[in-house]
């Protein structure tokens, strides 16, 4: 039996799949600080980020979900 490897804890927290596999990812700077932005800012802030099919691949990778 093959030696799995281990997930990187870093991609863990940043990345998520969807059910039907896309990979999502949310906006930076949400966090902290945001009182100060302007409301367009923070209603810019709200989505998450679907990113492209092959950045998926190489996260699903990543992941150890391919």
Do not use: C, P, W, Y
Request: hydrophobic share 25%; net charge positive.
């Amino acid at each position: 039996m093959a030696n799995k490897g281990k997930t990187i804890k870093a991609i863990s927290k940043r990345f998520k799949v969807t059910k039907r596999g896309k990979v999502v990812k949310l906006k930076d700077g949400q966090n902290h600080l945001n009182a100060k932005e302007t409301g367009k800012t923070t209603r810019q802030k709200r989505n998450n980020l679907n990113l492209s099919e092959r950045s998926g691949k190489n996260i699903k990778k990543l992941l150890k979900l391919s």
